[in-house]
């Protein structure tokens, strides 16, 4: 199982991102997907989750400004981030668990792969 995040970089406060994470080697369309985020000092947390049907969830400091998408044709999950903050400045990682839980997992520990995680700097 292999994730790859893309699209962090600076951006002024107010402004937008869009994350975008590769995944490979596993049948993606069953597996729930997340985006954590771990601030220096702090634990990771996961702000955005998408199960296999698609339902998503959001953490509440980030609700109404991310957007989760999901591209199962190409294996590739998306974060919109609109009306960036000072505080969503963090390292951003993709994460994949197989779904059989039966609820959309939002703890860092429930997820099995991650990724390599990409920097994003609100100043």
């Known amino acids: 199982v292999q994730l790859v995040e893309s699209g962090g970089g600076s951006v002024q406060a107010g402004g937008s991102l869009r994350l975008s994470c590769a995944a490979s080697?596993?049948?993606?369309?069953?597996?729930?997907m997340g985006w954590a985020r771990q601030a220096p000092g702090k634990e990771r947390e996961v702000v955005a989750a998408?199960?296999?049907?698609?339902?998503?969830a959001y953490a509440h400091s980030v609700k109404g400004r991310f957007t989760l998408s999901k591209d199962n044709a190409k294996n590739i999950l998306h974060l919109q981030m609109n009306s960036l903050k000072p505080e969503d400045t963090a390292m951003y990682y993709c994460?994949?668990?197989?779904?059989?839980?039966?609820?959309?997992?939002?703890?860092?520990?429930?997820?099995?792969?991650w990724g390599q995680g990409t920097q994003v700097t609100v100043s």
């Open positions: 994460a994949a668990v197989s779904d059989h839980m039966g609820w959309i997992p939002f703890l860092a520990s429930e997820y099995k792969y």
């Open positions: 080697g596993y049948t993606y369309s069953s597996y729930c």
């Open positions: 998408i199960d296999s049907d698609g339902i998503t």
